[in-house]
Every structure is written in C-alpha cells, then in structure tokens.
C-alpha cells in the first residue's frame, strides 16, 4: 500500500481525509501515466460524487484525457464497462459499506482488474507533478447515464434459468444497486420485493444492506420469500439470508459455490481462494469434499491476484467480496446473487439446503484509533496476540489488523468456545484502547 491508497483504493472523509484536489491528482496522474487516456467514472449514491468526480475529471483533462461519466454505476459494472468499451482506466467514486460522510475513489485497468500496489504507488508518484496541456490539446467530458445498460443485458444473460416463481427480497442499501438490481431480477422472472431501493446518498449504508442483514431476514420472513439479497453502498459484496432467516455470509456463499463448481467438474484445480479471515469451518469444510483452500491478505484484490496466478475459479471474503472469475475482474454483489439464485434452481433445492454451513464462533470487535501503525507495531501488542495465539493453539486464533479503509484495528478471535473467544477479544480492546491513550 502507498500513503494514500489502502486495501480497496483511496478512501476517507469528504473535505478531511479525500479532498478535491487528492481527486484531481489522481485523475491528473492517470493522464501522465498514459498519453490521452479515456476514462470511465462510475459512482454510487453519495452526495460528494459529482464534487470529487469533476475535480477527478478537471485533472484528466487537464493532462489530455477524454472522460466518459457513466453516472451511478455498480462498482463491478465500471469494470465491465471499462473492458466493452476498450477504456483506458475505470475509475469507481465510491466509499463501498462506509457511511454518507465518508467517500472514495478506486481506480481499474483496461483489462477490468483493480491496480495493484505499485500500480497506485505510480499514481501517488505523480502526484508531485502536474501535467497541463496547452489547447487545443486538453482533453474532453461527457455523460452518457445510458451505459449501464450494457452492464444490466449482460447481467441478465448470464442467467442460465428463469426465475419465476421465486419471490426474492432485495436490499439495495440506498446506493448503486437500487434500480438495477430489481430491474435484473424482474426481467428474469422474480417476484421482487425491493427495500432500500432509492438513490439517497444520505442513507446510504445507514441500518440497511449487507452490513445490517438482520433487516433483511425480517423482510424475507414478512413476504415469505425464497431467498434474500442485500448489497453493499457500490453493490460489490453481497450477503444473503436463505427461507429459514439464516443469514448467509460470504465465507458460506463461497464454500457452497466452490462445491457446485466441483460438482459440475468447472472447479479449476478443485481449489478456492479465502482470506486469513475466512472461518476455520470453511477450510474443514471444504477438505472434506475434496477442494483445496488457499489463504491471502484481506483486501478482494489480493483474492484476485490469488485466482489469476493459479488459474483459479472462485474466492472471496466472509465480508461478501465473492469473484466468480469466470464471469467477472472483480467482486460483483447482483452476479453472484444470480448465480446462487440459479444454483439453487438447478440443485432443485433451498437455500438453507445448499449454502448453510456450521461455522465456528467468531468474536469481530474495530477500535477507532488515532495512529494504528503505531499500535500494530507495538511490542505490547504483539507479546499479547503471542500470549493469546498460545493459549489458542490448535483449537483456534487471534487475528489483529489495521483497517486498509479507516482509522480502526480490528480484533477477530475465533474458536468453537463463544465465552472464551469474547473474553481475549475484550481483553484486546482494552489493550489496543490503552496503548492508544498512551500515545
């Protein structure tokens, strides 16, 4: 990672942490790194998109760039977008499951494929440049809100099935799914009941979506549907909640997948891609059935990176980053609740039948901090996590992780003991919370 660019882009608070002019850095250095670019931007609710997309835009075409402004747009569908139309970069304004205040700006090659570390270090390179063209070599804007389309026809052809008869709840967390999602579903078929289905970048991510399923499963219960799906603020991840109201995360979504792949004899090298997050229960799982199980770094991209070295079919993260490879450069919420949609169709099955899974207990607590370099590097902290990784030995693990996306260290503690779990995780907030105070 740079100074500026995380595990999934350049994210923060509008006006604090990402300003208009970080935005038009980085549209100036993608003009630098490539002579007169096109550009597709996309974005998902927020009120600052059109804010930080112009000053994006602004120094694009300062440098040169032609720039095509799709509008609201699925992450995944600016990365679609960006292969069909043969574009240079992809550019997704976005801040994915964070909250109104917060946004972010995530940037694509021309193959579809988020950049990698040094691809953003380049970016943050130029940074101390400024390229400015004389006229008339400066470069163009456009909108053109009719290119989701393209992404919404491609969606629907990936169903192999209808899906009528189905009733299915979707949970658009009032931000880039909103509309397309329920348009998708209701032209395969579905009966489609849609909540927090509206472009309101006020309420984006607030008590709704993949974040906050609880509400979903109420819905899935109300309308006695078959299946729920709730999508994150740019619509990348996806968690679902099966008949029963048993909610479905994407360590589950995965290993379920993974074993219809096998079945089907299209699991590339009978292996999956999960991070050092996924549950143990997953791993176990999937052993069983003869699939091996590969761990990265958290972050999709690192997934990705993962599945293209190995040529590999599937991976993802409990958070609900799912990359079906074969279909999509990267993670897709609506994709993959398609798929599993059809899964299910063909399995002539339920849900619950197919992709609830007996997990370990997990214990996941974030402290907001002032400096979490600091304290990932404290030698306090990591004497406890050797302490605590001891006394888990063999029957589970402690993981502690600065966020790539904001302010926090996150404490994960996992073991089939629920008392025991919440015991060390709340003894290793109290330290990280301690140690921050120290500073």
Known sequence: MGLFFGTDGLRGKVNKDLTQDIAYKIGNALSILKEKPTIII???T??????????LAGGAMSGGANVIDAGVVPTAGVAFLTRKLKADYGVVISASHNSGEYNGIKVFSGEGYKLSDKEEELIERCFIKNKINDFPNIGTYKQDFNLIKLYR???????????KGKTIVLDGAFGAAHRIAPEVFRKLGAKVIAANCANNGLKINENCGALYPENLRSKVFRYKADMGFAFDGDADRLIAV??????????????????????LGKLNKNTAVGTSHTNMAIEEELKNCGIDFIRTDIGDKYVLAKLIEKG?????????????KDYATTGDGILTAIFVANMIINEKSTLSETLNFELY???????????????MNSEELIKAITKYNGELEGKGRLMIRASGTEPKVRVM?????KDDNERIAT??????????GNS
């Open 42 to 44: 996309g974005a998902d």
């Open 46 to 55: 927020r009120i600052s998109n059109s804010y930080l997309a112009l000053s």
């Open 153 to 163: 026809d491609y969606l629907i052809k990936t169903s192999e099935n209808s899906l």
């Open 242 to 263: 099966d008949e029963k109201g048993n909610i479905i995360d994407g360590d589950k979504i995965i290993c379920g997948i993974a074993k219809y792949l096998k079945k």
């Open 312 to 324: 590999l079919s599937i991976g993802g993260e409990q958070s609900g980053h799912v990359i079906l």
């Open 361 to 375: 207990p997990q214990s996941n607590k974030n402290v907001i901090v002032e400096d979490k370099f600091r304290i």
């Open 413 to 417: 503690v996992e073991s089939k003991d």
């Open 427 to 436: 003894a290793m907030v109290e330290l990280i919370k301690k140690i921050d």
